[in-house]
């Protein structure tokens, strides 16, 4: 009788080792270090050691190469997620406040609803009519139309620069995150034109989803077992942009609204060329 029973658990055993080994068959090692990182906190800063400070705002093209690992995919493969899809994603499961682009500070005062989201990604539910093949006639259903979270093909940045004299160092720091929808017109009869839009969708506070980015990877295209986090890929400043706008006493104006064209990479240059300026200027030989 004993030796039934082992033999019963001896089986039992067997099956439980193979069940695991086939939940693991993509993987040889068990991926731990994003999965249970957190963010790496700021230092602390007194408002007595900021000498100086600016608002930037900047542009991430996610068609720039650098930046695909942003934009890639377009739908969720396996462990592997967009930047923007994460980001609806903490809004949906996580608590992550969304913020109206309405406020000309962007000092994420106005929050936005699921719904007003869904909106602005041409999403939520839609009537159509089908024939029931049980009963041959023509019956309305509604269906959840998917977010466009593949036409988000940038993403406006406002970052803050500060000298902090304490530490005698020129830092930055983002602020908030703005996913930019980039997509064609539609004509009356809902097919395509040739004139473009953009569109900002929301915007989300950085601190308040630096912890989920800070668990997420972003992929690697030289070495699946080297990836970061997508915290460190935006902490590290490994992202390839250009300069949108500086905090300014004209209504926090963009440069396209007083440039246009080449013109308008000129400016970026020079405000970025002032920066560099600032703080070479901040220091005495």
Same mark, same amino acid.
């Given at each position: 009788?004993?030796?039934?029973?082992?033999?019963?658990?001896?089986?039992?055993?067997?099956?439980?080792?193979?069940?695991?080994? &086939?939940?693991?068959?993509?993987?040889?090692?068990?991926?731990?270090?994003?999965?249970?990182?957190?963010?790496?906190?700021?230092?602390?800063?007194?408002?007595?050691?900021?000498?100086?400070?600016?608002?930037?705002?900047?542009?991430?093209?996610?068609?720039?190469?650098?930046? /695909?690992?942003?934009?890639?995919?377009?739908?969720?493969?396996?462990?592997?997620?967009?930047?923007?899809?994460?980001?609806?994603?903490?809004?949906?499961?996580?608590?992550?406040?969304?913020?109206?682009?309405?406020?000309?500070?962007?000092?994420?005062?106005?929050?936005?609803?699921?719904?007003?989201?869904?909106?602005?990604?041409?999403?939520?539910?839609?009537?159509?009519?089908?024939?029931?093949?049980?009963?041959?006639?023509?019956?309305?259903?509604?269906?959840?139309?998917?977010?466009?979270?593949?036409?988000?093909?940038?993403?406006?940045?406002?970052?803050?620069?500060?000298?902090?004299?304490? /530490?005698?160092?020129?830092?930055?720091?983002?602020?908030?995150?703005?996913?930019?929808?980039?997509?064609?017109?539609?004509?009356?009869?809902?097919?395509?034109?040739?004139?473009?839009?953009?569109?900002?969708?929301?915007?989300?506070?950085?601190?308040?989803?630096?912890?989920?980015?800070?668990?997420?990877?972003?992929?690697?295209?030289?070495?699946?077992?080297? &990836?970061?986090?997508?915290?460190?890929?935006?902490?590290?400043?490994?992202?390839?942009?250009?300069?949108?706008?500086?905090?300014?006493?004209?209504?926090?104006?963009?440069?396209?609204?007083?440039?246009?064209?080449?013109?308008?990479?000129?400016?970026?240059? &020079?405000?970025?060329?002032?920066?560099?300026?600032?703080?070479?200027?901040?220091?005495?030989?």
């Amino acid at each position: 009788m004993k030796r039934v029973v082992l033999i019963f658990v001896g089986i039992a055993l067997t099956a439980i080792v193979t069940m695991n080994a &086939r939940a693991q068959v993509t993987e040889v090692y068990a991926r731990e270090h994003i999965a249970n990182k957190s963010p790496i906190p700021y230092s602390y800063l007194r408002e007595a050691d900021v000498f100086w400070a600016k608002d930037i705002y900047r542009m991430i093209d996610l068609k720039q190469k650098q930046n /695909h690992s942003l934009y890639y995919p377009t739908s969720p493969i396996g462990d592997r997620i967009s930047l923007v899809d994460l980001i609806l994603k903490g809004i949906d499961t996580e608590g992550i406040r969304a913020f109206s682009t309405d406020d000309r500070l962007n000092e994420f005062t106005i929050p936005l609803t699921r719904e007003q989201i869904d909106g602005v990604f041409d999403a939520g539910v839609d009537t159509i009519k089908a024939i029931d093949v049980s009963t041959n006639q023509l019956v309305e259903s509604v269906i959840n139309k998917p977010r466009k979270t593949d036409e988000v093909k940038q993403i406006l940045v406002k970052e803050k620069w500060f000298f902090d004299r304490n /530490h005698s160092v020129m830092n930055v720091r983002i602020i908030g995150l703005c996913p930019i929808r980039v997509y064609n017109k539609l004509d009356d009869q809902g097919m395509p034109t040739d004139i473009v839009l953009r569109q900002q969708t929301f915007w989300v506070y950085f601190d308040e989803i630096r912890p989920l980015l800070s668990n997420h990877e972003i992929y690697n295209r030289n070495n699946d077992a080297q &990836r970061i986090s997508f915290d460190d890929f935006l902490m590290q400043r490994r992202f390839n942009s250009y300069i949108w706008a500086e905090s300014n006493v004209y209504d926090n104006r963009w440069i396209n609204s007083y440039t246009v064209g080449v013109d308008c990479l000129l400016e970026a240059e &020079r405000i970025k060329d002032w920066l560099f300026n600032i703080e070479h200027d901040l220091w005495e030989y």
